[in-house]
């Protein structure tokens, strides 16, 4: 069932206030280039690039505090400059298709305004807003479930992702698993890369990490389904967060589906479905924790931001009759850490 109604329906505020926490997968055609059809996908890919700029003149009307959880490969302004920060060990995948290593732009590519492989100039866009947080996709978006990669050349990878941040002066805290593939046993390594927080993966079954394969499928379209209607529990946290131990985990609560034409008759579900989750998180003194790619809206970009807009100003309700307070990934790790 619905956490509660879309629309609050008293104003005095819980214990705690809630958290709104928002994080994006920003990756664009390294975290599409395993699709058979990917070419088919370039628009959204190259549409990210005015929908990143748009969504950060959102964030900053509502005063929205961001993570944006970013590919290493994107950092780079060219395949030279790639190469030259790639990790020596590189994971030794049994499906040589996971390696995105193999199918590098050519030697003189480099950003552009249309590019899809790098994104320097949007990354220092946003690093230049207020209240956004650059965080780490890993360098090369890693697979930590597949075959034949391992804990070295994991630890390889983070190491890169740090170096390439560096260069343009970002510091990185908190990360997200690319296709949110969350192990235990390598958190102890990303500690060591000064990762303090990670986004976790909601407890429900179909929100198990898993590499590729028939669960995987089966899984998808029951999140599908619960975007519309409630298949799992209250997607909501409880606050404190209860693992404090380092790397924090900042569980994931709703993936914001894109606009889809096709399904555009179950749009109010969609909407219903987020806003009454986001009313339990302020109502209970808990955590919601939205997250989607920019690329998803590279595509029908003025829809999904006025269905965005439709959640946001439902945050501005929920912030003055509950007191709910937008926070990225990094400063919620100082506000459990203090």
């Given at each position: 069932m619905f956490c509660g109604g879309a629309e609050p329906e008293r104003t005095q505020q819980a214990e705690q206030a809630g958290?709104?926490?928002i994080?994006?997968?920003f990756e664009l055609y390294w975290g599409m280039r395993h699709l058979?059809?990917?070419?088919?996908?370039?628009?959204?890919?190259?549409g990210a690039r005015s929908a990143v700029p748009a969504m950060l003149d959102m964030f900053s009307e509502y005063d929205i505090h961001a993570t944006w959880a970013t590919v290493g490969f994107l950092?780079?302004?060219?395949t030279e400059q790639l190469t030259e920060w790639a990790p020596k060990r590189r994971p030794d995948y049994r499906d040589r298709s996971h390696s995105p290593y193999r199918d590098l732009p050519s030697v003189e590519s480099h950003e552009t305004a249309a590019s899809i492989y790098f994104a320097p100039s949007l990354i220092r866009l946003i690093a230049?807003?207020?209240?956004?947080e650059i965080a780490t996709h890993t360098y090369s978006h890693y697979y930590c479930l597949s075959e034949g990669q391992d804990l070295n050349s994991f630890r390889a990878d983070l190491m890169a992702?740090?170096?390439a941040a560096k260069q343009l002066s970002c510091n990185i805290r908190t990360m997200v698993f690319p296709q949110n593939q969350y192990r235990s046993d390598y958190l102890a390594s990303c500690l060591e890369q000064g990762i303090l927080a990670y986004r976790g993966n909601q407890p429900s079954w179909m929100h198990r990490p898993s590499s590729r394969g028939r669960f995987r499928y089966l899984s998808r379209f029951a999140r599908r389904m619960d975007a519309y209607v409630p298949l799992g529990n209250c997607n909501c946290t409880a606050l404190p967060l209860k693992n404090t131990r380092l790397p924090i985990d900042i569980p994931a609560s709703r993936f914001l589906l894109p606009y889809s034409r096709r399904l555009r008759w179950l749009e109010p579900l969609r909407l219903r479905r987020i806003l009454s989750e986001l009313t339990c998180a302020a109502s209970h003194g808990r955590l919601y924790h939205l997250w989607w790619h920019p690329h998803n809206f590279g595509v029908n970009t003025e829809l999904n931001l006025a269905f965005?807009?439709?959640?946001?100003?439902?945050?501005?309700?929920?912030?003055r009759h509950f007191g709910m307070e937008?926070?990225?990934?990094?400063?919620?790790?100082?506000?459990?850490r203090n």
């Open positions: 958290i709104f926490t994080s994006l997968d058979s059809n990917v070419a088919n996908y370039y628009p959204n890919l190259v950092f780079a302004d060219s230049a807003t207020p209240n956004q992702t740090r170096a965005l807009r439709r959640v946001l100003n439902h945050y501005r309700v929920l912030q937008s926070l990225n990934m990094g400063e919620l790790v100082d506000r459990v």
